[in-house]
């Protein structure tokens, strides 16, 4: 049967607000994986607990559920001399996520940066398009509905990896970028990237969804929101926010804003102009209980 396309795209037509999933890595270190361990190993070697922090997300409440394989790019991979396990271990982080889903939930497959720079000389493009490959090939045999291009701060390199999607998939294209707030109050990517500049690029790049992961609470999320609606009304928004900014108590690096706090500030963040709204690092799934309780009164 011919796979269909934009499904998440099109759900969104129907002028529902779609719930996200929450925080991994910090779910992951919760059950035992240690600083300097490959999380996306666990795809293979802690199948039941990967599987366990997709499914408490589906059973609270949430649209869709993100894959672990954030970091599962060959290039980073190399550096735990995984680089030809790159197709297997994103293909078992897919099926996983699928597995919680079930079929009436949407599996977006997660790839991160590279952590490599072009203007220094760290990798060229065409390293980069094999690395992204690889991993979304991985990934779309897995079966996820979409490919999640997150917490990128280079728009050269997000470019690489939405055309390794599109010239290698069906699969929808979601691009979120990550801004830090700057002095003067304005926000930018380690890059200089500011948000409607992310915005005017990836539309030309024919993203489906865009938006904004990791950095910021729901706060500053809002104003995020606002700068990218400024450039594009058009294109979806995805927010995935932290569960405020972290600090530390007690020798621990915490996230302040309590599940509450973000359902408090869900709906002004959908007046900004999201439409998927989701967790980063700090949320929990009673974060996204919480969230869900008031989108199901927003889409009424």
Same mark, same amino acid.
């Given at each position: 049967?011919?796979?269909?396309?934009?499904?998440?795209?099109?759900?969104?037509?129907?002028?529902?607000?779609?719930?996200?999933?929450?925080?991994?890595?910090?779910?992951?270190?919760?059950?035992?994986?240690?600083?300097?361990?490959?999380?996306? #190993?666990?795809?293979?070697?802690?199948?039941?607990?990967?599987?366990?922090?997709?499914?408490?997300?589906?059973?609270?409440?949430?649209?869709?559920?993100?894959?672990?394989?954030?970091? /599962?790019?060959?290039?980073?991979?190399?550096?735990?001399?995984?680089?030809?396990?790159?197709?297997?271990?994103?293909?078992?982080?897919?099926?996983?996520? %699928?597995?919680?889903?079930?079929?009436?939930?949407?599996? #977006?497959?997660?790839?991160?940066?590279?952590?490599?720079?072009?203007?220094?000389?760290?990798?060229?493009?065409?390293?980069?398009?094999?690395?992204?490959?690889?991993?979304?090939?991985?990934? %779309?045999?897995?079966?996820?509905?979409?490919?999640?291009?997150?917490?990128?701060?280079?728009?050269?390199?997000?470019?690489?990896?939405?055309?390794?999607?599109?010239?290698?998939?069906?699969?929808?294209?979601?691009?979120?970028?990550?801004?830090?707030?700057?002095?003067?109050?304005?926000?930018?990517?380690?890059?200089?990237?500011?948000?409607?500049?992310?915005?005017?690029?990836?539309?030309?790049?024919?993203?489906?969804?865009?938006?904004?992961?990791? /950095?910021?609470?729901?706060?500053?999320?809002?104003?995020?929101?606002?700068?990218? %609606?400024?450039?594009?009304?058009?294109?979806?928004?995805?927010?995935?926010?932290?569960?405020?900014?972290?600090?530390?108590?007690?020798?621990?690096?915490?996230?302040?804003?309590?599940?509450?706090?973000?359902?408090?500030?869900?709906?002004? #963040?959908?007046?900004?102009?999201?439409?998927?709204?989701?967790?980063?690092?700090?949320?929990?799934?009673?974060?996204?209980?919480?969230? %869900?309780?008031?989108?199901?009164?927003?889409?009424?």
């Amino acid at each position: 049967m011919e796979k269909e396309i934009k499904k998440i795209v099109n759900k969104l037509k129907e002028n529902k607000i779609l719930l996200s999933d929450g925080g991994w890595g910090t779910y992951l270190y919760a059950k035992g994986l240690q600083m300097g361990d490959c999380p996306e #190993l666990w795809n293979e070697t802690h199948r039941n607990d990967v599987l366990e922090i997709a499914k408490t997300y589906i059973d609270v409440g949430a649209d869709m559920v993100e894959t672990n394989s954030f970091g /599962g790019s060959k290039i980073k991979f190399a550096d735990y001399d995984l680089g030809d396990k790159t197709y297997e271990l994103n293909k078992l982080a897919a099926e996983i996520s %699928r597995e919680a889903a079930g079929d009436d939930k949407f599996v #977006l497959g997660s790839v991160g940066p590279t952590g490599k720079f072009l203007m220094m000389g760290d990798v060229t493009e065409e390293e980069l398009y094999e690395s992204f490959k690889i991993q979304i090939e991985g990934l %779309r045999d897995g079966g996820v509905d979409a490919i999640c291009i997150e917490t990128f701060y280079d728009t050269q390199e997000a470019i690489i990896a939405i055309n390794a999607v599109k010239e290698n998939s069906d699969l929808e294209v979601i691009t979120t970028f990550t801004f830090d707030k700057a002095v003067d109050g304005s926000y930018n990517t380690m890059m200089g990237v500011k948000p409607a500049v992310m915005a005017e690029t990836l539309a030309t790049a024919s993203v489906d969804i865009f938006g904004t992961n990791c /950095g910021n609470g729901f706060e500053g999320m809002i104003e995020i929101v606002k700068e990218i %609606r400024t450039a594009n009304s058009e294109l979806p928004i995805l927010v995935h926010a932290n569960a405020g900014l972290p600090i530390e108590e007690n020798g621990k690096i915490v996230y302040p804003d309590s599940p509450e706090r973000m359902a408090e500030l869900t709906p002004t #963040l959908v007046k900004a102009g999201a439409n998927i709204i989701g967790g980063c690092c700090g949320t929990s799934p009673e974060h996204i209980k919480a969230i %869900r309780t008031v989108i199901d009164k927003i889409n009424g």
